[in-house]
């Protein structure tokens, strides 16, 4: 069984510094050791942040960065130097692109990642590949609004789009056909091809409405995915540094530092919308569709 700590995260423990101990105990605790947020414990200090070690309770102050770090190392034997350095430089890059200085951030998150050592930047989720190739109880993000569809396709009323029902459906492999009706009385026929690994929808409507109908599935990754905590500080670098080298006008780097949160972390959705956001900024429409899709699929 691993070792924990626990971080009160109560109304007087958060405003004492809880989130600044919590982020300090899971960057120098690595893997072996459960760090997690809790529900109040009810002692509510004027100051300090109530710390839970492994069951034993006591109070620590953790108002400033260097000060919860302090703590930190106090509450973990034996904790890395150079990961005690990492998260110091880390925090002081957020505080500095809070504070609208890009310039002073990007060095600042580059010496954490420095000092990051190589095994926390191997990737830490498995990436979601192929999906079920079926129709039954999926959501679709599409052009018409977002698709609904019921558990079985068996339902008369198998799914809904907006306006739109679609009755009488059956599925042949990859292709799923009905009729469809809407709230002002038109009616047709539809037909939806999904992708071959689950991702996508093309189609038509016939009928009363002749439109296109496109779609990508959502909702496949449960919300997403946070990343483990000891390498979460790793992963709000890349993403921290991305962000300040948009701001200095530099999308290809702000890219390439998006790309590195996304192989370290793909179900997290921040590295994703880091990648939109450059995309968005180099004028690639493509890439930025693409980037914001896989956040769909969170």
């Not at 930190?72 to 200085?101: C, F, M, P, R, Y």
């Not at 091809?193 to 991702?199: A, I, P, Q, Y």
């Not at 409405?209 to 000891?230: D, I, Q, V, Y």
Request: charged content about 20%; aromatic content about 6%.
């Amino acid at each position: 069984m691993r070792a924990e700590i626990a971080i009160c995260e109560g109304g007087a423990c958060s405003r004492n510094g809880a989130a600044l101990l919590l982020g300090a105990c899971a960057a120098l605790g690595g893997a072996d050791l459960r760090v997690v947020g809790a529900a109040c414990t009810s002692k509510c200090p004027s100051r300090g942040v109530v710390l839970s070690n492994s069951g034993v309770q006591s109070v620590v102050p953790a108002s400033y960065a260097a000060q919860a770090l302090e703590s930190a190392q106090a509450a973990i034997a034996g904790s890395s130097d150079a990961l005690a350095s990492a998260w110091t430089a880390k925090t002081e890059a957020d505080a500095a692109l809070t504070a609208g200085q890009p310039k002073r951030a990007v060095p600042l998150f580059s010496e954490a990642l420095e000092l990051a050592p190589p095994k926390l930047l191997q990737p830490c989720h498995d990436e979601l590949g192929a999906l079920p190739a079926d129709f039954e109880d999926s959501l679709w993000e599409t052009n018409l609004g977002e698709l609904q569809l019921a558990e079985s396709i068996t339902s008369f009323e198998f799914g809904t789009c907006d306006e739109l029902t679609l009755t009488d459906c059956v599925q042949d492999d990859l292709t799923l056909r009905g009729q469809y009706e809407t709230s002002s009385s038109e009616y047709g026929d539809f037909e939806l091809l999904m992708s071959d690994d689950g991702r996508r929808l093309t189609g038509t409507l016939t009928g009363d409405r002749e439109e296109e109908w496109t779609g990508m599935r959502a909702g496949c990754g449960g919300g997403g995915e946070p990343p483990p905590p000891h390498v979460r500080w790793v992963h709000e670098a890349y993403v921290g540094r991305s962000r300040a080298h948009l701001a200095m006008r530099k999308p290809d780097l702000a890219a390439a530092d998006a790309r590195a949160a996304t192989a370290l972390c793909c179900r997290a959705a921040s590295g994703w919308e880091a990648l939109a956001a450059a995309a968005d900024e180099r004028g690639d429409a493509a890439a930025a569709a693409l980037a914001r899709e896989e956040i769909a699929f969170l």
